[in-house]
């Protein structure tokens, strides 16, 4: 009776453990507990903080499995955020691989990038293949940018729109009944044609948010205002074409930012990179959904709010 007693309580403790260690493991990624890692031998060493900023960026949401967060601007911001306030770390390259997004979650980023240049940390932006409109809203923040000659960048422009499918469903005979507050309220209904004045109304807002991207890019790069604005039409341009506008600085890829970083930030001798990313079970607790994926749900219209937020995004014809 006893061993049988005793056998219940391990199995009991057991099953309490894994419950415990699940909990652990898959609870939103905000909440777990997030120490720098770097290598061993580099611990007490001057360290450059790695930052990669890939696919659509928004702000976060559950996703996933067991409710795991896909990154966005909440993820980004928290982790420059931490970097900055690292005593070790004296640069931050952002490896930037991004058509843009939403635009509040982009104005989040490049107000946390200028905060950790006030905090005295260098940012250098490192470009892939992409880093247009928004993902460039955000690079212009940085202290110095490089890109690849064919890096795909620029995009200087806002959009906002949804599926409009009235005429189908009118075929179909299928209607939708709404009462609303105002004649504002449905604008960009996918039920109906959009009204002149609605369409006044959402240009003035365009143009409102389009003049804060110029701002920024005017007061990042220290360019002339009416210069961005010649070149702020939503036009994409190659890394080269970039350094000639003075969009960038240098043609360059990853390592060329790291060699800069540790340039400007007076890092003698080679320097600790701390990347969490790096580690297997960072990749495991926040498998990101592609940026592909993102872009085609919400050109379809698949928000939150059933249409398309403001957007600082550029989007490849593949999609």
Known sequence: MRKQLVGVLLLALFGLSLIVGLF?????????????????????KEAIGIVRIHGVISTQRPAGLFGLRERGADYYVQRIRRLSENPRVKAIVLRVNSPGGSVGACQEIYDEILRARENGKKVIVSMGDLAASGGYYISAGADYILANPGTITGGIGVAIGNINFHELMDRWGVKMDIIKSGKYKDTLSSWREMTEEEREHLQKLVDRVHLQFINAVAEGREMDLAEVKAIADGRVFTGEEALELGLVDRLGGFQSAIEVAAEKAGIKGKPALIDEERWPWERFLSPGSSGKEDAISKLLGQSEDSYLPVQYIYHPPSL
């Open 24 to 44: 652990l493991i898959f609870q939103p990624r905000e909440e777990l507990p997030r120490p720098e890692f770097a290598a061993l031998a580099g611990l007490g």
